[in-house]
């Protein structure tokens, strides 16, 4: 068992002046690691569904609700390493006498009905909760619950439209666009908040940290399909 160690003061520190330093150079190396197993599994996601829509507007509509089922599977694994992330991430940071310093989701980054309410809750507790260290851990629940609300909302829909059992096929493919948008914003929030903890992360519990971070997410249930009811 890992014993907290104290960490570099707050005093002085911010997060966005964490996301601008520099890492020491192993920290530097697992955070880039880590952040480029993230941007493969969005960018594979990102191209399925471009091409999902591509086909759609070509009017090879089969085609394009058979890409879309794949765009899923590609959404899944993403969803998972960045939950997954936000846990190893809670759990080290117990032990951390000096937790990194976050700022609140911003709900303007956000598109969806989703988001924007995990973002303005977040806002709104981080202005009461007192001292970095609970904003810290509320922005890591919030964070992760809110990853996984929109993945399930996004296989929702595209395994609706993929069954052909979306009463609302346009509205659909908007709302598929909103969610990787969204997703997108979480991925960028997820990667300010790894830097600032390697910040905060005394060396000598790198190795660990970065084994844990590479574990394989734990497969998930997927949700029961029900029809989709969107607005235009």
């Not at 599994?41 to 879309?68: H, K, P, T």
Request: proline content about 5%; charged content about 20%; glycine content about 6%.
């Amino acid at each position: 068992m890992f014993k907290r160690k104290r960490g570099p003061s707050p005093v002085g520190r911010s997060a966005s002046g964490d996301w601008r330093a520099a890492l020491p150079g192993e920290k530097n190396q697992v955070f880039e690691s880590i952040v480029r197993g993230w941007e493969c599994s969005y960018a594979m996601m990102s191209v399925s569904l471009d091409e999902a829509i591509s086909l759609r507007a070509r009017g090879e509509l089969v085609c394009a609700n058979q890409q879309v089922s794949i765009t899923s599977e590609l959404m899944r694994r993403l969803m998972g390493a960045l939950v997954t992330a936000c846990g190893v991430l809670t759990d080290r940071g117990k032990h951390l006498s000096n937790p990194p310093i976050v700022q609140p989701l911003n709900t303007g980054f956000f598109r969806g009905d989703t988001a924007q309410s995990a973002a303005s809750w977040n806002s709104l507790l981080h202005n009461v909760l007192l001292g970095h260290r609970s904003r810290f851990f509320h922005k890591l629940r919030i964070l992760a619950n809110t990853v996984e609300q929109l993945g399930n909302e996004f296989e929702h829909v595209a395994d609706d439209i993929s069954a052909g059992t979306c009463t609302e096929p346009g509205a659909g493919w908007k709302q598929l666009d909103s969610l990787h948008f969204d997703l997108n914003t979480c991925l960028r929030e997820s990667e300010v908040i790894l830097k600032s903890f390697l910040h905060s992360l005394p060396a000598d519990q790198l190795s660990a940290f970065e084994r844990e971070m590479n574990l394989p997410a734990a497969p998930r249930v997927r949700p029961r399909q029900r029809a989709t009811r969107v607005s235009a």
